[in-house]
């Protein structure tokens, strides 16, 4: 067994032994983040039963994904980094899946395509982290979710990243700031009757599946060490 492979082992036993713990509807979605991974480990990570794939970056998926998909169609490829509204139409065409929809333009430029096979998330951010932050706060993030069921968009779900934490707090205060900043997620996903909450990275995918994550995102956990292939 390859060290991708025991990984995602071990990460798998883990998420069902945490949907047990927390009694959740079901085990949380595995998404495996592949930026920076090249082709070879992301197909042991095929060949040990992931099927859901994130990627940051357009032109770094499509060194990778074109030949993947074809060999593979039963994968589902997210996009989960900055959206820009120029490059909608190349990323619509390869990805199954957006996740960092934060603005009214990006909406309307996306309902202009036929793109009904695609699911949608807003991407939510924390309000104590920095403006170049992507991701729009909870209240605009309510209106969003208004405007993409108006526009007939499939929005299925919600996505964050954890908010910043503080060299002045103790570890304890930390982890409760991310825990309180989950919950409200999950009660909004609850409010608009969303399917998905993707929310839990690498160092924080148990609280955010105590929280009620449906989906965790992780990458260096599975694949350690990246490269830059961009």
């Given at each position: ?5 025991a990984n995602?082992?071990?990460i798998d036993?883990?998420l ?8 959740t ?15 070879a480990k992301i197909?042991e ?6 099927n ?13 994904w074109?030949?993947?998909k074809?060999?593979?169609p ?5 996009f989960?980094g ?9 990323i619509?065409?390869?990805?199954d899946?957006?996740q960092s ?14 793109c009904y096979?695609?699911k ?10 920095s403006?170049n932050r992507?991701?729009a706060?909870?209240l605009?993030?309510?209106?969003l979710i208004k405007?993409?069921?108006?526009k ?7 996505m964050?990243i ?5 060299l002045?707090?103790?570890k ?7 825990e309180?900043?989950?919950k409200?997620?999950?009660?909004l996903?609850?409010?608009?009757n ?8 690498s160092?924080d995918?148990?609280?955010?599946i105590?929280?009620?994550?449906t ?16």
């Open positions: 067994m390859s060290p991708t492979a995602i082992k071990n036993t883990e069902q032994n945490l949907h047990v713990q927390y009694k509807k079901s085990k949380a979605t595995l998404v495996a983040v592949t930026k920076g991974v090249d082709v197909e990570a095929i060949l040990a039963g992931i859901n794939f994130g990627e940051n970056y357009l032109q770094e998926a499509l060194t990778k074109i030949f993947l074809e060999k593979y039963h994968i589902k490829l997210h989960i900055g959206l820009q509204s120029n490059k909608l139409k190349k619509l065409k390869i990805f899946v957006i929809i934060d603005s009214i333009a990006l909406i309307d430029k996306i309902a202009q395509f036929n096979n695609t949608f998330f807003i991407e939510v951010k924390a309000s104590n982290t403006n992507k991701g706060d909870i605009f993030a309510k209106e405007y993409a069921k108006s007939n968009l499939n929005l299925t779900g919600i964050a954890a908010p910043i934490v503080s002045e707090n103790t304890e205060e930390n982890t409760k700031n991310v309180e900043f989950f409200e997620l999950c009660c996903k609850e409010e608009f969303l399917e998905n909450l993707s929310i839990g990275m160092g995918y148990k609280e955010a105590k929280c009620g994550s989906m965790v995102r992780i990458g260096s956990k599975i694949f350690g060490k990246r490269v830059n292939l961009r």
